[in-house]
């Protein structure tokens, strides 16, 4: 089984809806992150928790918000999507300083 | 604030010839240093990692990397390309004036022809 898992894979949705984006992850790190990636702009980081009270906000929080559930579980929200939101978003989980390890990616299309 | 700039967007090379990917950064204090691959429909995985140990550092799939502080410097070589090696790389880094968060670079795409 994949080390961190993200649902939904894909999701096609339109302006003004609410979307959760859901990420699990075995690692039994503390550490969890958001990133949204587009074409040319590499990965930019929404949000992240450092452990199951810490929340911080990313270079692109705006528009975004999350919740750490659990130390395995980190759900992002979009409170109303708009059609700039649409792209691939990836949950990743580390140790202290160390390798992120990624999820297979959510593919968000708003319309 | 930390920062990652790559050099070229795209990078094409022949199967064989010698794989350059550079990568400049912006750290403060001793950085930790990232390479990243991203396959098509894929997440990204983990190439190879600089964490002030020794600084040439050897990945996977043939790859290394050199850490030179005096030009902030981390660029990713491999001696032969390899069809398979098409993908898009990503440098990145974090240190502990960001409490270890990572920050990447844009990333760059190699494209290798037959």
């Known amino acids: 089984d994949a080390d961190v898992t993200q649902t939904p894979r894909n999701r096609i949705t339109k302006t003004g809806k609410r979307i959760m984006l859901e990420c699990s992850q075995t690692?039994?790190?503390?550490?969890m992150y958001w990133y949204r990636q587009d074409p040319g702009l590499g990965l930019r980081l929404i949000y992240y928790?450092?452990?199951?009270?810490?929340?911080n906000k990313g270079e692109i929080s705006d528009g975004y918000s999350v919740s750490r559930q659990a130390q395995a579980k980190f759900s992002l929200s979009l409170e109303s999507a708009i059609p700039n939101q649409t792209a691939l978003y990836f949950c990743?989980?580390?140790?202290?300083?160390?390798?992120?390890?990624f999820g297979p990616g959510t593919r968000l299309t708003v319309l | 604030a930390q920062s990652v700039t790559q050099l070229g967007s795209h990078v094409s090379v022949s199967e064989g010839a010698l794989v350059l990917l550079r990568c400049n950064y912006s750290?403060?204090?001793?950085?930790?240093l990232f390479w990243y691959v991203q396959y098509p429909n894929q997440g990204l995985q983990l190439l190879l990692k600089?964490?002030?140990?020794?600084?040439l550092v050897k990945g996977i799939n043939g790859f290394e990397a050199e850490f030179k502080k005096s030009e902030t410097s981390f660029h990713l070589t491999k001696p032969s390309a390899h069809m398979s090696d098409a993908a898009e790389y990503f440098c990145?880094?974090?240190?502990?004036?960001?409490?270890?968060?990572?920050?990447f670079g844009a990333g760059t795409r190699l494209f290798v022809k037959a």
């Open positions: 750290s403060s204090v001793p950085p930790y």
């Open positions: 928790s450092f452990d199951v009270k810490d929340i």
């Open positions: 990145a880094v974090s240190d502990r004036t960001g409490g270890f968060k990572t920050i």
């Open positions: 690692k039994g790190h503390d550490r």
């Open positions: 600089y964490t002030s140990a020794a600084t």
């Open positions: 990743a989980t580390s140790d202290f300083g160390n390798e992120q390890f």
